[in-house]
């Protein structure tokens, strides 16, 4: 609440002290001068982008002038970001913000079959598809289809990295399967037809615990940090804790982000022993980071907390030592937890390196304080542009290469075994590790093929760390400060 707060106060006060041309009027181009203000404001690489320049335009009608000469808010928008796919990977438009806002909670179109697209040979041309794994109570989990399955093909047509998007893009497909022989793609005729609807994907998936001696070891896979499953979070965590879990094995190699909010909540549960501490620190671009610093510098700061929004008690493990499995599919929110426990306790990283997202973002409406109440009725769009980075409490946060793992053991694709279980690789290197007996040995993955892409990647805003901005509360601080 008291970031909302500040976010919309700061909205009111940089009008002046920013020159940031709030005061001009936005009866003309409406979606396109949204962007440009809403980008002037918070863009975290707002001074590196001449164009969004404080002093840039001095009257309505140059700004105007500029906007109109786009032929659609998206050129717009992708014209104004700083160095689009090198910097600024991740910033991103949305035609209609309540598709956005689905996917902030793990709501997008599936056929329930996560997966992974790796190269086939050093070409890097053709690819396969593994499957993770199956989403319950969707298309795919009423149908002849597991993890671990190896396709190659949609529709009859061989994956490559040029068709991939088009093919399995499409709402209904058919997918070609084939073996893996020892890296070898063999295809073996069969053919499964799927097709795509809404859906929601709780991100608690997996938990076990299995007893090694004195060592209770809890593996829990997470696979997304969606704040509408927090309290599904805490229960998870409230049966670990029943067990006696003593070690933690935390499965987030396929998680690939969401709320910083629900980030924060995940490592208070892994630990409790240092509530209301620092557990991450917010850098905004200069205009933005100076309003806070000068009138609440405890706004930048993300801490350990011992309730959630709703005021439920947070149910904790107290551990001083953590083992987290990582595969190239591991961002944003999932590399906060790790980057941001490890000033705390000893983080052991198994499985490869993740992707390099250090950076956040806030979604953006086209509102008199950018909140979604009182929206423009005249279109739908909203930017979910990134304004800060993340840093733990040491001002560490240079991880844009990835984060890389202790004990390097990527995915075998002839061999994923079965999540949860104490003879699947990751999960057995982390039991060896913990119990120093040697009882399951590292294996050495058949082949060793590069990865391309996957499944949550492959939607847009698929890696995203975000900022919670609370529709309800949005309104109601509004109100407060008219």
Known sequence: MKKILLLLVALLVTTFAFQSCDDLDDNVVPAHSFIWKGLNQYYLWQEDVPELADDRFETQSSLDSYVESFSSPNSLFE????????????????????????????????????????????????????????????????????????????????????????????DTYTLNFAD????????????????????????????????????????????????????????????????????????????????????????????????????????????MQGYYENNNPDALINRFTNQLSNSTPINHLNLNKIYILTTRGTASASELIINCLQPYIDVTVIGDTTTGKNVGSVTLYDSANFSRSNVNGSHTYAMQPIVLEILNKNGFGDYSDGIAPDIELKEDFGNLGILGDANEPLFAAAIAD??????????????????????????????????????????????DLQ
């Open 79 to 170: 014209n104004l970001l700083y160095e689009r796919n090198v910097i600024d990977r991740f910033s991103v438009l949305f035609p209609d913000f309540r598709v956005l806002e689905n996917r902030l909670q793990g709501v997008s179109k599936s056929n329930g079959v996560e997966y992974g697209l790796i190269y086939t040979d050093d070409s890097e041309t053709s690819i396969f598809g593994y499957v993770r794994y199956i989403l319950p109570n969707s298309d795919a989990s009423a149908k002849d289809i597991q993890r671990g399955e190896i396709f190659y093909a949609v529709n009859g047509t061989p994956l490559n990295d040029s068709n991939y998007q088009s093919l399995l893009g499409n």
């Open 434 to 479: 913990i119990t120093g007996s040697g009882r399951f040995s590292i294996p050495t993955p058949s082949n060793d093929h590069k990865w391309f892409n996957d499944s949550k990647k492959m939607r847009r805003f698929g890696t995203e760390m975000y900022i919670e901005n609370t529709p309800e509360d949005s309104f109601l601080l509004a109100k």
């Open 180 to 287: 893996y022989d020892g890296g070898n793609i063999t295809p073996n005729g069969k053919e499964l037809g799927l097709t795509k609807t809404e859906y929601s994907e709780n991100p608690v998936h997996t938990t076990n615990v299995i007893t090694e001696g004195s060592h209770v070891i809890g593996y829990f896979m997470y696979n997304g940090f969606y704040s509408s499953y927090d309290n599904d979070l805490n229960e998870a965590f409230g049966e670990l804790a029943s067990q006696g879990v003593n070690e933690l094995v935390l499965d987030l190699r396929y998680n690939s982000g969401g709320s910083v909010r629900t980030s924060t909540y995940l490592a208070s549960m892994i630990t409790g022993q240092f509530n209301d501490e620092i557990f991450a620190r917010e850098q905004w671009n200069t205009k």
